[in-house]
């Protein structure tokens, strides 16, 4: 179903190397009360711009090493 307005810009702020996330027309939705994910897709959620930040990658790095 086509939205029934424009929408807001995605500005992307990949967290992790690789992935290619921010280049992709679909998301992820999590529903943590209900416990539940979904996935929506379209050409409105493609980022009009990413923002590659080197500090948050190598933060997360840093945070997954046990």
Do not use: H
């Given at each position: 179903?086509?939205?029934?307005?424009?929408?807001?810009?995605?500005?992307?702020?990949?967290?992790?190397?690789?992935?290619?996330?921010?280049?992709?027309k679909g998301a992820i939705i999590t529903d943590t009360?209900?416990?539940?994910?979904?996935?929506?897709?379209?050409?409105?959620?493609?980022?009009?711009?990413?923002i590659i930040d080197p500090a948050l990658l190598r933060?997360?790095?840093?945070?997954?090493?046990?």
């Amino acid at each position: 179903m086509p939205p029934r307005s424009s929408c807001l810009p995605v500005i992307a702020v990949p967290i992790t190397a690789g992935s290619g996330a921010e280049v992709t027309k679909g998301a992820i939705i999590t529903d943590t009360v209900r416990r539940v994910k979904a996935g929506i897709r379209g050409d409105d959620l493609y980022p009009k711009t990413a923002i590659i930040d080197p500090a948050l990658l190598r933060l997360n790095l840093w945070s997954r090493r046990g």
